[in-house]
């Protein structure tokens, strides 16, 4: 991610010291020591990962950056780690599931909203609908009003394998998606990690509080990566 520090400093309010991962380490020993994983934004996914050419507007990540994320999602889910998952971290998880995506949202058909919002970072950008009874809601309320702010060209188009839609907005972008079979996993468009006044402090709360309910840990402090 361009914005580390938003991201620490946001797990860190919420009670987690985390541990950033490198690109270096084998993802068999990444997650060693770890109760839960953040998914932070960044460049484009490569769709050759979900079998498409690519956009012209293709902003090509970090080398290893796809597949180190993708194999971290699969084996976190598989150990039933916690997963937050921002922005590109939502688009991440998808894809590790088998999904696709909406390559450039401007350069789709039928009017959608500008998701590339300029201003500040947390200049709110549209509304997004979410899901009564969904993790989301119960983290950051149910309603068609919510506020978000908005840094993404790409979105979810099909959904990968056990994920389902939490948030959408006026659109129908995809702006929310989690799956329900899992302890926790949250994933979210928009960046809560930009809103200082804490309007969104819940959902890196209660991403720490599901790290701390792992059942094999004895005490202590949560560490996210």
């Given at each position: ?18 541990r ?17 994983l ?47 998952a ?7 998880l ?60 790409q ?6 394998q056990?994920?389902?839609v ?17 302890r ?42």
């Amino acid at each position: 991610s361009r914005r580390p520090r938003a991201y620490e400093v946001a797990a860190r309010r919420a009670g987690a010291p985390p541990r950033p991962l490198s690109l270096d380490e084998p993802t068999s020993a990444a997650l060693d020591g770890v109760d839960g994983l953040l998914l932070t934004g960044g460049d484009d996914v490569d769709p050759a990962l979900y079998g498409e050419a690519p956009h012209p507007t293709y902003d090509v990540s970090e080398p290893g950056r796809d597949a180190f994320e993708i194999d971290l999602v699969r084996r976190a889910l598989a150990a039933d780690l916690p997963i937050l998952a921002i922005c590109r971290g939502l688009q991440v998880l998808n894809v590790a599931l088998g999904g696709t995506l909406i390559q450039d949202i401007p350069s789709e058909p039928g009017g959608l909203l500008q998701h590339d919002a300029a201003g500040p970072a947390n200049t709110l950008a549209h509304s997004v609908a979410i899901t009564p009874g969904s993790c989301v809601a119960a983290l950051v309320g149910p309603g068609e009003s919510r506020g978000v702010n908005s840094r993404h060209h790409q979105a979810i188009r099909a959904l990968g394998q056990g994920l389902v839609v939490t948030g959408t907005s006026p659109d129908g972008v995809i702006e929310a998606a989690g799956v329900p079979a899992a302890r926790f996993c949250v994933g979210v468009q928009w960046h809560p990690e930009n809103f200082k006044a804490g309007e969104f402090d819940r959902l890196f709360e209660g991403f720490v509080d599901a790290c701390r309910r792992r059942p094999e840990r004895a005490g202590g402090s949560p560490r996210p990566t």
